[in-house]
Structures are given as structure tokens and as C-alpha cells.
């Protein structure tokens, strides 16, 4: 395959911002990638890229950055995004559980994971870690859907033995080995990776938290995906159910579902043994922001997490977030940093969206960033996407100014394309 530079401005990091500062940023102004293979083969200033033969793509003085990666979603929730008016146990309950029924025809899966990708890469993310349901056809659809697409996700067969309508109930033997059977079939197949998923403790008994216990047990290198503390109803119900849990984290971790590979998402009231342990074994945690506003859940530590060295990741969570859009994500994120008084740096949003929901999937050794060797997943902002962005950014005296206005502002208008695995999406 012959490789291509695709000229422009570029972004990428050699660090996290978080701990490295505003410099763990390389910006050129006049820069470019050259992709070979389906990879990064380099990044650097269009001079120094430039050579007889190579084929050009040139996107003028659009920025390419890495390919967003959404840490936490639920594709299944498609189709009732922007459910009106319940928090937690009541939207699930009223909105999210009958939706999920639904997908035990595979047609209809089928039909809502190619949906949801397509919107997926019209808004930039190249990568998201998924929640299906309970139903293995729901897993096969989602996965058929991203290996036509070329996609790098992550996703698994959400686990749920009680608490839920007899038709989003398995059990714990069926959970096993439904996900079992998914997790051979899929895990490392092209670019898909399995997830051992029971929902959240409430609708999980001991004996099906413990069944996928041991199968992650058998599978440590699977990622293990979870809710955690997301809203103050959800932690007093998980109390009553667990009396002698020594809080919601031991609901896990007395069944072996604590560990360096676990994902656990919203993490919003964590006690301070919780957040020992979650940092003793370098388990990752997910921002999700605009699902704990619509919701109504509460407002993530981003500032104290980080400064405590553990892995964050960032995400929609739709259908309780209010966008596909990691952009519109990224905008969340910082205006509820700004309520917690850590307003994030406009290099640390975006890193949060790229190489820090890659760090938090263990991939950021393969995609996530413009560097050599990583997966050539990225995407071109049109930095004066609409009038109103545009007018503002005309002002910027750095990249930075030029590009928040985007990310407060801009939405799927703000993709010029998005390229998977060097080849550019829709084409
Ligand atoms: N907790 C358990 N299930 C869900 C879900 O589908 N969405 C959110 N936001 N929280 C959950
Ligand atoms: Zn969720």
C-alpha cells in the first residue's frame, strides 16, 4: 500500500498535560502524518515530510488530531437519547430498560449499531468502549457493525440477574457462559476487544457478580467494565442490598472485580477507601459528564483524581449523556471543572478525549495519539466550522485559542472527515 502525508496543522502529545504542563503538546502549524499500512509511519513539519513520490492529501490549515476515543457508552440507548426528566433508577426503569429489550431481535440490533457508528464517525470518535445488553445478539451486531467499518471498539454482553424486567434478566451460569463464548469468539478478532460487563451491583446477585469474577479471573488481559457511585439514591440502594459491603467498591471487589484492568464509570462520591484501592491497583476511572448533568448525578473530582496519579478517562455515556459528541463532551468536562474549581486547560481536554480515554482502555500504545507506530485513526477539525466559531477563532493568538472555541461550541460540523485505520470514513 503506498503511504500518504496528509498535510495541515497537527496536535499531538508526548506526555500527559496533567502532570507534564501545556509543552507535553506539539503543535505545527505547517505539519503532517505520513500514513502507511493502516499506520502512523511520522509526524513532523511539512518539510521535513515532504518527499518525490508520496501521495498528498492536503487539508489546508485544518488541524488533525488522534481519532476520539469514548471510554463509556451504551449503544443500545441510541434510539432514546434525550429522555426527559428522571434520574437514575427511574430512567433506567422507564426509558433505558424497555429500549434494551428490544435487541434481542437481531435485526434491530443490527440496525442500531450501524446507526449509532455512522454517528459515531460524523462526529470524530474512532473508538468507544460499549455496553450491549443483555442479549448475545446485541454483541454480535455491534461488533459485525465496527469490523465493516474497519473500528477499533471494545464492548460486552451487559450482565443482569435481578432488578430488571424478566426480559433483560439472565443468570449468573448463563451470564458466564454467554460471555464466555462472546469473549473467545470476539476478543482480539481484527480490532475487537471483549469486556467482561455485569451492569452495576444492584442488578447483579453475589453469585452472578462472582461467576464473573472468576471468568475475568480466566481472562485477566479482558478489560472489566462497571458503574461505580455514580448518584447518592443509587449508593443507598447498593447499601441496603449489600449490608455488609464496607462500601459500594467491596461490592466488587469481594467478587473479584477489582483490578488494574476494571473501568470503572462515574465514580463521583468516593469515599476514601474506595479511592485507596481503586488507586493501589491502578484501576481506571470515566468522566462522564454530560450524563451526570442530565441525569442529575453530581460533579467529578477531575482535579483531586488526577493529582492522584489515577487513570481517567473521558466519555458520553449515551444514552444518559446528552451528545454523541466528544467535543460537546469536552465542554461538559470543563464547565464542571469550572464548578469545581479546576478549570481544565483546553490541551488537557483534548488529551482527555484522545490519549486519556486510550490510557484508561490500555491502548494507548495503539491509538489515541499522532506518533509512529499507533493506528492511523484521526480526524480533521475545521477550526471556523459555523460563523459563530469562527469569528472567535479568527481572533486566537495561539492554537489554543484557536481551537477552544471548537470545542465549547462546535459539534459535528467541526469534523471534516475522519479517517479509521488511514482510510477516510464514508468515502
Ligand atoms: N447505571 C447502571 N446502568 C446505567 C446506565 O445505563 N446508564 C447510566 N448512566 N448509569 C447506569
Ligand atoms: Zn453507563
Not at 507534564?20 to 513539519?45: C, F, L, Y
Not at 432514546?80 to 430498560?97: E, P, V
Not at 459500594?248 to 474506595?274: K, M, Q, S, V, W
Amino acid at each position: 500500500m503506498t503511504a500518504t502525508l496528509h498535510l495541515g496543522q497537527t496536535l499531538s502529545f508526548s506526555d500527559d498535560p496533567f502532570h507534564a504542563g501545556i509543552d507535553a503538546a506539539r503543535h505545527h502549524r505547517n505539519g503532517g502524518i505520513v500514513v502507511e499500512n493502516g499506520k502512523i509511519a511520522a509526524v513532523g513539519s511539512a518539510d521535513e515530510l515532504k518527499r518525490e513520490g508520496l501521495a498528498e492529501v492536503d487539508h489546508g490549515d485544518k488541524l488533525i488530531v488522534a481519532g476520539f476515543v469514548d471510554a463509556h457508552v451504551h449503544y443500545p440507548q441510541t434510539a432514546m437519547i434525550a429522555s426527559w426528566g428522571k434520574r437514575l433508577i427511574d430512567w433506567l426503569n422507564t426509558y433505558t430498560f424497555p429500549e434494551e429489550s428490544r435487541f434481542k431481535d437481531r435485526a434491530y440490533a443490527d440496525d442500531i449499531a450501524g446507526r449509532y457508528l455512522d454517528i459515531l464517525l460524523a462526529n470524530g470518535t474512532t473508538t468507544v468502549c460499549s455496553y450491549c445488553t443483555i442479549h448475545p445478539e446485541s454483541v454480535d451486531a455491534f461488533f459485525t457493525a465496527a469490523e465493516a467499518r474497519g473500528m477499533r471498539v471494545l464492548a460486552g454482553k451487559t450482565c443482569m440477574d435481578r432488578n430488571a424486567p424478566d426480559t433483560l434478566r439472565d443468570t449468573a451460569q448463563s451470564a458466564y457462559d454467554d460471555s464466555k463464548r462472546l469473549l473467545q469468539h470476539w476478543h482480539g478478532r481484527g480490532r475487537a476487544s471483549y469486556v467482561i460487563t455485569p451492569r452495576f451491583s444492584p442488578t447483579s446477585t453475589p453469585e452472578q457478580l462472582q461467576a464473573l469474577g472468576d471468568l475475568w479471573a480466566e481472562h485477566p488481559d479482558c478489560l472489566m467494565q462497571t458503574h461505580l457511585s455514580e448518584q447518592v439514591d443509587e449508593i443507598a440502594w447498593v447499601k441496603s442490598l449489600f449490608p455488609k459491603a464496607r462500601d459500594y467498591l467491596d461490592t466488587y471487589e469481594a467478587f473479584g472485580l477489582l483490578g488494574t484492568n476494571g473501568l470503572y464509570g462515574h465514580a463521583i462520591y468516593l469515599e476514601p477507601r474506595e479511592h485507596a484501592r481503586l488507586s493501589e491497583v491502578d484501576a481506571a476511572l470515566v468522566h462522564c459528564p454530560t450524563s451526570n448533568t442530565f441525569i442529575g448525578s453530581g460533579l467529578f473530582d477531575m482535579g483531586g483524581l488526577k493529582r492522584a496519579g489515577m487513570r481517567v478517562g473521558l466519555a458520553t455515556d449515551t444514552g444518559g449523556g446528552s451528545s454523541f459528541s466528544m467535543l460537546r463532551t469536552m465542554a461538559a468536562a470543563y464547565e464542571v471543572g469550572q464548578l469545581k474549581d479546576r478549570p481544565l486547560h483546553p490541551a488537557e481536554l483534548l488529551w482527555l478525549a484522545t490519549q486519556g480515554s486510550a490510557r484508561s482502555l490500555r491502548l494507548d500504545d495503539t491509538i489515541g495519539n499522532l506518533a509512529p507506530g499507533l493506528e492511523a485513526d484521526f480526524v480533521v477539525l475545521d477550526l471556523a466550522s459555523t460563523p459563530a466559531i469562527s469569528q472567535r477563532s479568527e481572533r486566537a493568538d495561539d492554537i489554543w485559542e484557536a481551537l477552544f472555541p471548537t470545542i465549547m461550541m462546535g459539534d459535528d460540523r467541526a469534523i471534516a472527515a475522519t479517517y479509521v485505520a488511514g482510510a477516510k470514513a464514508g468515502a
